[in-house]
């Protein structure tokens, strides 16, 4: 009977780690891309790359993601120059550019979409954008600490 228990708990446990998602490949963490996201190679700029989706929170508990320290790594680990934000468009911030405050209420930073907090099976807008140098090669990793997203093969919409 024991054996028996034993068995049934470890397939369980097997079936709920094989659930899951977030794209093609192996899952690293709890952050899941909602859809695969659209990859943008603007006219004239064949090195430059701009990605836009939706992430969702896969975890049992809340996440809290600041833009400031996600990272856009090549295939070989390596950090590239990348402005990265979970929001949909351009919101300009309350203060001008020479009279920043040293902190920015959590308000504010959430509105400008530096920071996002997703309860269990939420979701927020996500976009990055960055240049491979050349040389760089793929594939292209989102690092938000925690873990990573994998950036799907391409679904690109050129012309931007």
Known sequence: MRRASALALLV????VAGCGGGGAGVRHGDLV???PPLEFVPQGLASDRVVVGRVRNDSLRPLRLVAAR???RDGAGRALRASVGFTTTYAHGLFGAFQQPSALPT?????LGRVVELR???TAPFYAAWRMPAGTR???HVDYGAGDLTLPARRSARGV
């Open 138 to 140: 793929g594939p292209v």
């Open 70 to 72: 996600v990272l856009v």
């Open 120 to 122: 269990p099976g939420e």
């Open 12 to 15: 369980a446990i097997m079936a």
């Open 33 to 35: 891309w909602e859809q």
């Open 107 to 111: 308000e504010e930073l959430v509105r």
